[in-house]
């Protein structure tokens, strides 16, 4: 007899979820592993105008981003584009990839990591938002990042693209 785990539905409204402040983004965690049966990690961001995070790869899932308002340059492996508001962005597993925030105004985006797990590296490498806003600017403490990343089968394998 085959047995299916039941899990309970969840519902989070605006602004609900796990809020941590990570690099120059404001991440909330609307859906992680735990509640998903491992299918899925789900995170809300918000990014600062010009903001990239170093060039790194993801070694246990994909990730995906559906691009909700601003514009991104995002680069994966060799290739590079533009992503606008309402741009859907597959990111594979094992391949090398940053993003940068074009313009003057924050980006806001969904990420999706599958299989699920991911999103808690945005917990453990971030602090707990103190707030509804973007964190107070300042330089993140990148050696602490790579140590978490690795953690989470990442690596940070270069440099965030630099400003348009």
Not at 43 to 67: C, K, T, Y
């Amino acid at each position: 007899m085959e047995t299916t785990e039941k899990r309970a539905p969840v519902m989070l409204g605006p602004g609900e979820g796990t809020a941590s402040w990570f690099l120059y983004n404001r991440m909330v965690v609307k859906a992680t592993a735990e509640e998903t049966g491992g299918a899925f990690g789900l995170v809300e961001s918000i990014i600062a105008p010009g903001a990239s995070p170093p060039l790194h790869v993801h070694h246990r899932e994909d990730e995906a981003f559906w691009v909700l308002e601003g514009t991104l340059t995002i680069r994966c492996g060799a290739e590079s584009f533009e992503a606008k508001a309402g741009s859907y962005v597959f990111l594979p597993r094992g391949v090398p990839h940053t993003f940068r925030v074009d313009g003057d105004a924050p980006a806001r985006m969904l990420t999706l990591l599958t299989p699920g797990g991911g999103e808690a590296f945005f917990i453990e490498g971030g602090r707990p938002a103190e707030q509804p806003t973007l964190p107070p600017q300042g330089a993140p403490d990148l050696a602490r990042l790579e140590r978490v990343a690795h953690q989470f089968g990442s690596e940070f394998v270069g440099p965030p693209l630099s400003r348009a």
